[in-house]
Nanobody, 116 residues
Framework: QVQLVESGGGLVQPGGSLRLSCAAS????????MNWYRQAPGKERDLVAG????????NYVDSVKGRFTISRDNAKNTVYLEMNFLKPEDTAVYYC?????????WGQGTQVTVSS
């Protein structure tokens, strides 16, 4: 059974930090491109960051460049999103995504709220 389980979300003040984790099971994690998406209330789900199978290549949406860092540990079947200098506009449900060719898996999401 394929599972992507996100954790690490919560309430944080502007300027604060959070580290999201996504633990994968039930598929060959190391050969999947991994992504983090987010969806704010009333908005579409958007790509935030992605990382290649071996972690050598990463990509970010412009609004998080320099603040967020995506990484992965293939030995632990886990992908991370380190989020620093958080802003209220980063408030959203964050979803872990695994993609290989036409196959894609989603986690259930974790809420991140940035507010004073």
């Amino acid at each position: 059974q394929v599972q992507l389980v996100e954790s690490g979300g919560g309430l944080v003040q502007p300027g604060g930090s959070l580290r999201l984790s996504c633990a994968a099971s039930g598929f060959a994690f190391s050969i999947y491109y991994m992504n983090w998406y987010r969806q704010a209330p009333g908005k579409e789900r958007d790509l935030v960051a992605g990382i290649s199978t071996d972690g050598s290549k990463t990509n970010y949406v412009d609004s998080v460049k320099g603040r967020f860092t995506i990484s992965r540990d293939n030995a632990k079947n886990t992908v991370y999103l380190e989020m620093n200098f958080l802003k209220p506009e980063d408030t959203a449900v964050y979803y872990c995504n695994a993609k290989r060719s036409f196959i894609t898996y989603w986690g259930q999401g974790t809420q991140v709220t940035v507010s004073s």
